[in-house]
Nanobody, 127 residues
């Protein structure tokens, strides 16, 4: 069973940056479709960014130009670089991985597309 472990969350001020990390324990991250989701209190889990094994990437509109996903196969880790953070970015951020293949990248934006999930890391942005 794959395990994903997120780290890097914390309390920052508006305009600051954070880099989240997600380490995989079994398969190499290059074998997975990968995603970051986030969930604010009382809200649904929303997709932030997805990336296929072919590096096709989709960003949610609310993070375009501010967040960047990357993966390091040597470290077996996927990252989410978050710049220009806003208070509305406050949420628990989850890493997800899937071995399923979809021809349409939008299918990767669904929570149900993912086999494996991390436990989440809290990001809090103060104004």
């Amino acid at each position: 069973q794959e395990q994903l472990v997120e780290s890097g969350g914390g309390l920052v001020q508006a305009g600051d940056s954070l880099r989240l990390s997600c380490a995989a324990s079994r398969r190499n991250v290059r074998e997975y479709g990968l995603a970051w989701f986030r969930q604010a209190p009382g809200k649904e889990r929303d997709v932030v960014v997805v990336q296929t094994t072919g590096f096709t990437t989709y960003y949610a509109d609310f993070v375009k130009g501010r967040f960047t996903i990357s993966r390091d196969s040597a470290k077996n880790t996927v990252y989410l670089q978050m710049n220009s953070l806003k208070p509305e970015d406050t949420a628990v951020y989850y890493c997800a991985a899937t071995l399923k293949y979809y021809s349409d990248i939008m299918d990767y934006t669904r929570v149900g597309a993912y086999n494996y999930w991390g436990r989440g890391t809290q990001v809090t942005v103060s104004s």
